[in-house]
């Protein structure tokens, strides 16, 4: 990345281990901007395997596993929009 001039935004390790990503990288305001979208982002998948019940999913056949997942996916957009809109209280982000 750093050959091609792209600035890595990846999760830093900082329980001791160690990480891809000095501090130096971690400083700058786009690398905190990044961080902050990739929660957005996860929180989201988080609520679809939680309570959309796609964590363990009690269907078999594909036709019926694009069915679920289609209709968990509109409803997190529903509630999202809801949010956004002040319409529904609480959003999931």
Known sequence: LEQRGIKPHIARN???R???IDARKARGKGY???LQVRKRIEQ???WIKTV???DKLPLVSLPKVRGWVT???AAYNLIR???IGEWWNPSPT
């Open 32 to 34: 905190a901007m990044s």
């Open 81 to 83: 929009l809801g949010g």
């Open 52 to 54: 959309g019940g796609l």
């Open 18 to 20: 160690r990480s891809a």
């Open 14 to 16: 900082t329980s001791g």
């Open 71 to 73: 209709w968990t996916f």
């Open 44 to 46: 989201g998948f988080g």
